[in-house]
């Protein structure tokens, strides 16, 4: 059911083409929805405009607005509606693909009355529902401009998208528009450039270039995981990149996912007969496959940080948040029925515990149900559904329901998480599979000594590695906790006279396995320093004639804090209790 929030939004979208159409009469209308925030609209324009234009554009919606005009919902049939936007090909095509799945009527809105003509600006093809008026709209601002593929298909029309949001008060506006730009601040591409994290390439597009860094960060996500996984009774498997056609045709993948897939035509071949992995599930029910297994090994967690493959459009791509190449760290546990409900409950825990460590809280959990395109019978279907629902109710974890987004080979538990921004992100996934054992003809031995198929949960607690570190860089600002960060601590000497001592320490420090750099740089202290907070180092350990005089070093906490002399096993103390409590300094 759509809300009062959600109708103003779609009505300001409404007005946002109406001025648009208003100042450019040629323009072609593509579609306009409320999304989270606010509201966009796709036209294809015909010159460009820039950002500088949207004030102009604005100024008329607010005149549109401060008129009152009603909103009048009216159904035709289809000859009519094609008379009525003949002159916008981006609505024909709906109307048309409307009538080929047998629709009669469609449903249109006006901003203001067909009958009589009065006030009327605008007419669009929508299902509404939408306010009364356009008094009713809340408070408004055009933010941004972007190039977007008509029905998302690269292949089509590329139109102009504008941005907005809408709120019922001008404060829920101002807070909305204050956060916006502190998201812009710490926007990880922009904190990925200043600390040297990371680099995107047009030779590679789509993917990510890890420098030094980054790829520290990466593999302390990695290492964190293993730790992890190995005390909730894992083992960890690698299966290749590319596989054969044949194993993807019997999954399913190729007849629901193809538009995801890379294809691979071997030098051998006459046409594709392989496949970069999308996902890791086909590779891991192969390992099952090895051999025979009993109900004495179940359940049997097996773990991939996996690297998969995934072409996103260019629309899609997005930083390291959204690349065609990224690592999963997917799990998959083959367990009997009976173990399925509290292995589920295991897998939540371990959600949990994982974003406790990050400082990432819970927003909500989204229950997914059997989409339209799907295997498995309506049983299974019924039957996995209820069992993730029994478990959500047993742990008493709140849920909403995300009716048919469930995956192709089972329903699934999202957790959806807010940062400290206030955004939510979608990152743990838990699928519960009763259709691939029985594609692949999986088995095990029973106590009794007969063979049964095994249930598959499919689950990811990151889900995409680079995604997750993505949203923890813009969680933090950059400023990492001490155990995560890629320079731990930096020496900086007084002058050139201190760089041996300062080269000592560091030295001594690296035998403590302590990620640390020295400052020789002819600068002066004051300089390195705050050279060091802007890359968010979180200790700076000053050293002058008191410290080599002393054997000591003057200990710096990031965010312009000091801690004075220490010796060098005191900071060491100091470091390694930040280290094992995974804490911010």
């Known amino acids: 059911m759509v809300n009062q929030l959600e109708k103003m939004r779609h009505s300001c979208s409404h007005v946002l083409a109406a001025a648009v159409l208003t100042l450019y009469p040629k323009a072609k209308l593509g579609i306009g929805p409320a999304i989270e925030n606010g509201f966009y609209y796709d036209f294809d324009l015909p010159r460009p405009i820039s950002e500088k234009h949207l004030e102009k554009i ?32 981006f609505k024909l095509e709906l109307i048309n693909d409307l009538a080929k799945e047998g629709v009669k009527k469609v449903s249109l809105y006006w901003t203001g009355d067909p009958s009589t ?64 730009e502190e998201a812009k601040k710490r926007d990880h591409r922009k904190i990925g450039r200043q600390l040297d994290l990371f680099s995107f390439h047009p030779e590679a597009p789509g993917d990510i270039f890890w420098h030094p860094r980054g790829l520290i960060l990466l593999h302390q996500l990695y290492e964190y995981w293993r730790e992890e996984h190995l005390k909730a009774g894992y083992v960890e498997v690698r299966t290749p990149v590319i596989l054969t056609k044949e194993i993807w045709d019997k999954s399913g993948h190729t007849t629901f996912f193809i538009d995801k897939m890379y294809k691979v035509l071997t030098p051998d071949a006459k046409k594709w007969n392989m496949a970069i992995k999308p996902m890791n599930c086909d590779g891991n029910i192969l390992i099952y496959k090895n051999r025979q297994h009993s109900y004495k090994e179940f359940p049997l967690r097996m773990g991939e940080l996996g690297v998969v493959h995934r072409y996103e459009t260019s629309g899609e791509v997005h930083g390291i948040i959204r690349l065609r190449e990224f690592t999963q760290d997917d799990a998959h546990i083959f367990c009997t029925p009976e173990q399925v409900k509290e292995e589920l409950k295991a897998v939540m825990a371990l959600c949990f515990k994982f974003y406790k460590t990050f400082d990432l809280e819970l927003d909500h959990l989204e229950l997914s149900t059997r989409p339209e395109k799907s295997i498995g019978s309506d049983e299974i279907w019924e039957k996995a559904e209820i069992t993730l629902t029994q478990a959500l109710k ?46 692949f003809d999986l088995t095990y031995i029973t106590k009794e000594g007969k063979k049964e198929r095994p249930v598959m949960i499919h689950r990811v607690v990151f889900g995409s590695v680079e995604r997750f570190l993505g949203i923890l860089i813009e969680q933090c600002d950059g400023a990492f906790p001490v155990w995560l960060s890629p320079v731990q601590a930096i020496v900086v000497p007084i002058t050139d006279k201190h760089n041996q001592y300062g080269q000592k320490i560091v030295d001594q420090l690296r035998e403590e396995k302590v990620r640390v750099e020295l400052d020789d740089r002819n600068e002066t202290a004051s ?13 700076m350990l000053v050293v002058g004639d008191k410290e080599v005089k002393g054997k000591k070093v ?4 990031r965010g312009e804090r000091v801690l004075g002399s220490l010796s060098l096993e005191k900071f060491l103390k100091l470091f390694k209790e930040d280290v094992a409590k995974k804490r911010q300094v």
């Not at 549109?64 to 009525?84: G, T």
């Not at 939510?424 to 691939?436: E, V, Y």
């Not at 300089?527 to 200790?539: F, G």
């Open 58 to 89: 604005a100024a008329l919606m607010d005149q549109i607005i401060k008129k009152k005009i009603p909103f009048k919902k009216e159904e035709v049939l289809i000859k009519k509606a094609r008379e009525i936007f003949k002159n916008q090909p």
């Open 527 to 539: 300089a390195k320093i705050r050279d060091a907070e802007l890359q968010k180092i979180p200790y």
């Open 394 to 439: 047993e742990e008493k974890v709140p849920y909403k329901i995300n009716k048919g987004e469930g995956a192709f080979y089972g329903p699934k538990i999202d957790f959806h998480l807010r940062d400290s921004l206030g955004r939510t992100w979608q990152c743990a996934t838990i699928q519960l599979d009763f259709a691939q054992p029985e594609n």
């Open 554 to 557: 003057n200990v710096r906490v």
């Open 117 to 180: 003509g009065s006030g009327q600006v605008f007419v669009d093809l929508c299902a509404g529902p939408h306010v009364t008026n356009t008094s009713k709209i809340g408070p408004f601002k055009l933010l941004s401009i972007a190039g977007a593929y008509w029905r998302g298909d690269e292949k089509k029309e590329m139109l102009t998208r504008i941005y907005g949001a809408c709120f019922p008060t001008q404060k829920q506006l101002d807070d909305h528009l204050k956060l916006q």
